[in-house]
Every structure is written in structure tokens, then in C-alpha cells.
């Protein structure tokens, strides 16, 4: 981007250069442990387990002997399958020891999702339990495997034998990991209708998690309450990475979120800061007992993952003592935080924005028609350059040349608006995503989920507003002809065999769908029909950061 008179008028801003490290995650491990080696690094209240930084780096380290003993090498793709506990960390720090990429899986994956994962991500292990009050991941398993050959080699259960035996098992530790090697690969939607591999990077995420624990002003004193899920970027970049920067403890509350546990937290370890996304804090302020809890200890946390009400978050600033509340903006494949107000900004600037450019990275806000930046206040699409970007879909070139372009920018698909500060105002989203409670939903994959049921011609799905999660998911439906189907008869199909958050909440059956001339439908249309039939107008127009 050329600097010239004109650029103060153009949405285009750039972080501020500071230094980025040169760690891999391993490397920043052995740092923090080295500064703060008694210092708690995590407590799993659920678990009644707790590790100092020495105690964490020593785990990591058996955990990466143990995966050498397996056969496990540096590239090789590792499977974690699990709720937060402390064996999930052990096992990120660990994998990271080891030079293996961590391949994280969503726990509400079943059958149908699990297998995909399997296959496309060629794991040669996957770490689990064998169940837990929430589902038979063992049986999950069997059915995903099923006439399949696959990479997988080892399947270690958490609660078995073999995890102490790995813990004990003699192997080595590898000679050489580079910064550039893949350390993560997490699946999200992108931009067809299977999820996509993300490929972060040592470099992608000891970086974004070194400027988020400034953004928060972060110190060893500090301890993070942090219920949301380790397996989504919010949980094992922006949760665990800015506490391996800052020497920060994690504090877990339970396997996953429970505003009772969460608020327990709080109070049992006086947590300074606490994470969560719009629905975790609706549930919060909706316990009876709310205002029962001492949480005077909290002084920073984060509401992000979905469109953030100006109301909510005045009110978590004021009811839960969270003075210095921060909002971020990203996608998992920018590693995830690009934009993000700081812990010292005013109010208005944390409520009406998504703060300004992260350190090392340029945003600017393009025209969809014509690629040109737009001038300050016009809406366009967010485009992202820096050291944040994922190495890529993987084994997906084509998919990642849609979202990162020649020019070495990726196009984000979401719509906002650069203020003259340069922060930013989100207003939508110009590709085909559902967000709900901070899950993304690509809704072609519940479409071509939906068209395996022998009685449906035709689905589409779009998302539609919620006053607890944000957006959930409507589906219009057309039958074969000569068949009748129940909403509860769509709903049950699905259960158990697409994760819980993606299962329609309304079905409605219909002989035809809105259409351009062109014959393509009109999503759009569809949403604002049932917005309209179900009175949700007021939660649609609600004010968002």
C-alpha cells in the first residue's frame, strides 16, 4: 500500500511495529517455565488437578517422548478428541515438543464429521476418552471407522493404561523444530461445504498470543477463567497462548461450559479476567444466584466469537467488575485475533468498535465490485495482511487461493466499516456463514447432510437471530413428491450424526423457495420471511460492536 496524501481518507491502517518472536511454541514453553517455574500454570477445578510452569514443561516433555516411542515425527498430524482438561494441554504443549501438528477435534463431531476429519486430516494418532455424560466417543469412533482404511496407527485412551504408559515410555526428544512448521491444524468453514484444515503455524500463534497478553496487560499475577472450549482458537490460542506469553495461570471450570462453575471460578481462585462469547454471559446474568458470587477479583476478559450487543457488554462491565472488558475480531484462518481493542481504551471505543489492527498486521477495507480501497466510514469487505495469516487449507490449494489472494491479502468475507481512529465496526458478512454462540456453521454442509434423508428433494438453510446464541439455524425444506415428513422426524435424523449445534432448530416445509431470474435463491429472503413470521425483528436490529 503506497503512502501518500490520500491515505488518511482510505480505509487502510497498519498495527504497530513491535518484535515479533522467533519461538516455536516448545521454545516459549521452556521460556516461561524457566521465569516463573512454581508458578501455577493451570488448575482443572473439574479434575482437582493443578501444574506449575515446571510441572507443564516436564509434561510436555514426556508426552513428546512418549509420542516418539509411537512412531510419531516431526510433520506428522496428532489427533486430540477431547473437553478441556488438563491432559488437553499437556498434549498441545506436547505435540509441540515433539514437532507433530495438533489436529484439534470437535468433541460434539459425530459419526459423519468424525470420519471427513479422519480421512482428510491423515492423523496417525488420536488421544480421547473413551465417554463422558455427553457421548460414547469409543462407539462414535467404531462407526466412523467403519470400512474405512485410514493413516490412523494408534488410538489412546485418557482413561486406560496406555496414557501413563506413554508418559513413562523411553523415546527422545527431536533435534530441530522450525518456528514455520505446523503446530495446529483446526477445521472451520470455508468457502464450499466441508469444513477446511487451518494450518497455523509456531510463528501464527506464539505471535497472536504475544500481542493479545499485551492487549489485555497480562503479568504471571494473573489468572484466566476460561470456559470457552480448547479445541476452538479462542480456547487454545487466545486462552492458552496469551498465558504461555505472559506466565498467566489457566483456570478451567468444568469439561465445558457451565455459567454456574464459570462464575465458581471466579470466585474459589479470584480470577482476574474471564472469556467467554455473548451467550455464555446471557447464561451468566440469567443464574438466580448471580449476584451471590464475589467476582471483584476480575479486572480484564474478552466477549468475541459472535456479534457482541452493546447492552450485554455495558452490563458485564459494570455487574461483573470487568472494567477493562476487550473485544476482538478474526477468523480462525488469521491465527485468530487481527483487530482488538485495548484493556486502557475508552468505553466507547469497547463498545461500538472491534478495536484497531493487531501489532505486524495491515487491514484495509475493499470494495466488493471493484477491489479499490474505500474511503474512511464506507462499508466494504475486510482484508488482512501480516504475520497472522494461516499457511493454508491443507491439501487444499484451490480453496486457499479463494480466500488469500495473489497479492498475499486474505479476504475475510466479513463487511465492516474503518473509523478515522482506523478501528473497526463490523456490519455483516458477505459469505454464507452461520454463528452461532461463537460456532461456525457453514450451512451447505447441513444442506448436503439434510439431502441424505430419503425423503427430502431440496434444503436450504440460513441462519436467524437469537437473543441467547446470536444466530441459529432454520432450514426450508421441499419433499419428494407423494411423501410426508414432521419437523421432530428432520430433527432426529440428524441428531447423532452432525454435532448438536448444527441440527435445525426450525424446520419449515415448503413447495418452492424464493429465486432470482437467474434461478438462484434468494437466502436472503428466506431469513427475512422467518424473522418476520417468528417476531424477531427487535433481536435482528439489536445493536452489535
Known amino acids: 500500500m503506497p503512502v501518500d496524501e490520500d491515505i488518511c481518507t482510505l480505509s487502510y491502517s497498519r498495527g504497530p511495529n513491535r518484535a515479533l518472536l522467533e519461538l516455536t511454541v516448545g521454545d516459549l514453553l521452556h521460556r516461561t517455565a524457566s521465569r516463573y517455574p512454581g508458578n501455577l500454570a493451570v488448575a482443572s477445578l473439574h479434575q482437582s488437578k493443578r501444574m506449575t510452569w515446571a510441572e507443564l514443561s516436564d509434561a510436555a516433555d514426556r508426552v513428546a517422548r512418549g509420542l516418539w516411542s509411537l512412531g510419531i515425527r516431526r510433520g506428522d498430524r496428532v489427533g486430540l478428541w477431547s473437553r478441556n482438561c488438563i491432559e488437553w494441554l499437556m498434549m498441545h504443549m506436547g505435540c509441540a515438543r515433539s514437532g507433530a501438528a495438533l489436529v484439534n477435534v470437535n468433541p460434539a463431531y459425530r459419526s459423519f464429521e468424525l470420519q471427513y476429519t479422519l480421512t482428510r486430516s491423515r492423523m496417525k494418532a488420536l488421544f480421547l476418552w473413551h465417554k463422558d455424560k455427553y457421548a460414547d466417543y469409543e462407539e462414535i469412533l467404531a462407526r466412523a471407522r467403519h470400512g474405512l482404511t485410514l493413516e490412523l496407527e494408534h488410538t489412546i485412551y485418557f482413561d486406560s493404561p496406555e496414557w501413563p504408559a506413554l508418559l513413562d515410555a523411553e523415546g527422545r526428544l527431536p533435534d530441530h523444530v522450525a518456528v514455520d512448521d505446523v503446530a495446529n491444524i483446526q477445521y ?43 479445541f476452538h482458537c479462542y480456547g487454545c490460542v487466545i486462552g492458552t497462548m496469551s498465558a504461555l506469553n505472559s506466565g498467566a495461570a489457566l483456570i478451567l471450570p468444568n469439561w465445558t461450559f457451565d455459567a454456574h462453575t464459570t462464575l465458581q471460578a471466579i470466585q474459589q481462585e479470584r480470577g482476574t479476567s474471564v472469556y467467554g462469547v455473548p451467550a ?70 469497547r463498545v461500538n468498535t472491534v478495536g484497531r489492527a493487531m501489532p505486524q498486521t495491515e487491514i484495509k477495507i475493499v470494495s466488493r465490485e471493484t477491489g479499490d480501497v474505500v474511503p474512511i466510514g464506507q462499508q466494504g469487505e475486510i482484508c488482512v495482511h501480516g504475520f497472522t495469516l494461516m499457511k493454508g487449507y491443507d491439501g487444499d490449494p484451490e480453496a486457499t487461493a479463494l480466500v488469500i489472494k495473489k497479492d498475499g491479502w486474505l479476504y475475510t468475507g466479513d463487511l465492516g466499516m474503518m473509523r478515522k481512529d482506523g478501528c473497526i465496526h463490523l456490519t455483516g458478512r458477505s459469505r454464507d456463514v452461520i454463528i452461532r454462540g461463537g460456532e461456525n456453521i457453514y450451512p451447505r454442509e447441513v444442506e448436503e447432510f439434510l439431502y441424505t434423508h430419503p425423503k427430502v428433494s431440496e434444503a436450504q438453510v440460513v441462519g436467524i437471530p437469537s437473543a441467547r446464541l446470536g444466530e441459529i439455524v432454520a432450514a426450508w425444506v421441499r419433499l419428494k413428491p407423494g411423501v410426508e415428513a414432521t419437523e421432530e422426524e428432520i430433527k432426529e435424523f440428524c441428531k447423532g450424526q452432525i454435532a448438536y449445534y448444527k441440527v435445525p432448530e426450525h424446520v419449515r416445509f415448503v413447495t418452492e423457495f424464493p429465486i432470482t431470474l437467474s434461478g438462484k435463491i434468494q437466502k436472503y429472503k428466506i431469513r427475512e420471511f422467518e424473522i418476520e413470521a417468528r417476531g424477531l425483528q427487535s433481536v435482528a436490529d439489536a445493536a452489535t460492536a
Do not use: W
Not at 208 to 227: C, N, R, T, W
Not at 312 to 320: D, G, I, P
Open 188 to 230: 472451520t468453514s470455508g468457502t464450499t461445504g466441508m469444513p477446511k484444515g487451518v494450518m497455523l503455524s509456531h510463528h501464527n500463534i506464539v505471535n497472536d498470543g504475544q500481542f493479545l497478553a499485551q492487549g489485555f496487560h497480562y503479568s504471571e499475577i494473573d489468572k484466566i477463567v476460561m470456559p470457552m472450549p480448547f
Open 280 to 349: 455464555m454471559y446471557v447464561a451468566e446474568f440469567a443464574l438466580p444466584e448471580f449476584s451471590s458470587f464475589d467476582l471483584t477479583s476480575l479486572r480484564t476478559g474478552m466477549m468475541s466469537g459472535a456479534p457482541c450487543p452493546i447492552e450485554l457488554m455495558k452490563r458485564v462491565m459494570n455487574e461483573m467488575h470487568i472494567g477493562e472488558l476487550v473485544i476482538a475480531y478474526g477468523q480462525t484462518e488469521t491465527s485468530p485475533v487481527v483487530t482488538m481493542s485495548d484493556a486502557g481504551d475508552s468505553i466507547e471505543v
